[in-house]
């Protein structure tokens, strides 16, 4: 097998002090994030996105088979639909099939099965997955590691959002089939979420809550 062709490593070292005080500086800044719910319809040119999803497609993924497609939308009429259906199958999560020790962890969040943000905030961006490639002689092509991949990249998405400016919301009415239907689709995507984004309402808010301590959830060992 021939090696495969490589290139110097773009990597910029930093002295001991900055790389500290640029990792306070993000931390501070990421930890301002928050889910909103509350979504101005105020307009977000599309060239913004479209940097946050370069951002999103430099991820790393299995095999480098990048197995993730975003559809993002923003036509009236097809958030609106998507919006009706999300409702309808949030409203049976809400009324039968949730657990009560699952509406009792949402209720916190003060979530219902309305879901108007889905029409109030100008961009939709529906994330994908690939359960297999299609190489260009149109044969299946295998992915891996496909939820992580994509979990890496909507990070990735989130974190060039708020960079940005924007407010996010991860939307995941279950299930997302309806997606796949109403935005076309191939038989080898699934729906991994909806990210809706744009600026946050002027009158936003958002739940009081507490992370975990950095003690309860990292473990050195030196």
């Known amino acids: 097998m021939a090696e495969p062709p490589m290139q110097p490593l773009d990597h910029r070292e930093l002295p001991l002090e900055e790389m500290q005080a640029q990792a306070r500086e993000f931390v501070t800044d990421i930890r ?36 993730w497609h ?15 259906a999300a409702e309808a199958e949030e409203y049976e999560l809400y ?4 657990s009560n020790e699952w509406l009792e962890a949402l209720a916190i969040l003060g979530t219902d099965e309305h ?3 889905l029409e109030i905030a100008p961009w939709l961006i529906v994330v994908f997955s690939e359960t297999w490639g299609i190489s260009p002689d149109g044969s299946k092509k295998k992915t891996f590691y496909v939820q992580e991949s994509i979990g890496i990249a909507t990070g990735f ?8 400016g924007l407010a996010t919301l991860t939307h995941t009415p279950s299930p997302m089939g309806f997606l796949r239907d109403i935005l076309g689709r191939g038989e ?3 729906a991994f979420l909806i990210l809706v984004t744009g600026y946050p309402a002027d009158d936003a808010e958002v739940p009081v ?14």
């Open 188 to 190: 080898n995507e699934r």
């Open 115 to 117: 879901k108007p943000f």
């Open 32 to 67: 301002r994030r928050r889910t909103v719910r509350h979504f101005s319809d105020r307009p977000v040119p599309r060239s913004l996105i479209e940097e946050c999803l370069r951002a999103a497609n430099s991820a790393p993924s299995g095999a480098n088979r990048q197995p």
């Open 95 to 98: 009324h039968g099939r949730a």
């Open 70 to 84: 975003f559809v993002i939308v923003g036509n009236a009429e097809t958030k609106s639909r998507i919006r009706e």
């Open 209 to 222: 809550l507490e992370k975990k301590r950095l003690a309860d959830v990292a473990s050195f060992i030196e």
């Open 157 to 164: 998405l989130i974190a060039a959002l708020h960079r940005a």
